[in-house]
């Protein structure tokens, strides 16, 4: 075996674990804390979660408070750093994730990319645009699919528009 062959099997491992209701109930509480740590340490240019896929620090204002709040996210980088996609799948667990009620009430943010803070504009996808970007991200990240599986909820996405 090769040795992309074996980071393929390690690949396939992570996702495998990743799909799991036990990886549900503990990553939100550890993968977002790392992240930032990792995050902060490295200046912006690394996240832990940054080495399975392409991440990026999101800030928004929260829904109800408007204190800006931030948090570490996978994402899907679109149009050469122009866009990025955010799927809101709160690791298969019943409800949207806060981050999204966030971005509905208040669209205008910040992403720290690679280390470089870019202001955005979320737009909440729907219909054959999100059906679209759905399968682009399953794509990316196939335990996505297994977390739709999960809930009875549409898993919200949004596309992040570079102003």
């Known amino acids: 075996m090769t040795g992309g062959g074996k980071a393929g099997v390690g690949l396939r491992a992570v ?25 902060r340490l490295t200046r912006g240019r ?28 996978a994402c899907l ?21 806060d981050w999204t009620a966030n971005l509905r009430a208040h669209p205008d943010a910040v992403i720290n990319w690679r ?3 870019i ?8 219909g054959e645009e999100r059906a679209a970007a759905w399968r682009a991200l399953v794509g990316l990240w196939p335990p996505y699919a297994v977390y739709q599986g999960r809930v009875e909820r549409e898993i919200r996405v949004f596309r992040l528009v570079r102003k």
């Open 115 to 117: 280390g470089t803070d």
């Open 119 to 126: 202001p955005v504009t979320a737009l909440l996808l729907a």
């Open 15 to 39: 996702q495998k674990v990743s799909s799991t209701r036990g990886f549900a109930k503990v990553a939100p509480h550890l993968l977002p804390v790392l992240d930032r740590g990792v995050h």
């Open 77 to 97: 980088p679109e149009d050469g750093g122009r866009s990025w996609l955010l799927v809101g799948t709160n690791y298969g667990r019943p409800g949207h994730p």
């Open 46 to 73: 690394l996240m832990l979660s940054g080495l399975l896929l392409p991440s990026l620090v999101l800030t928004a204002k929260g829904a109800r408070s408007g204190r800006e709040r931030r948090t570490p996210l």
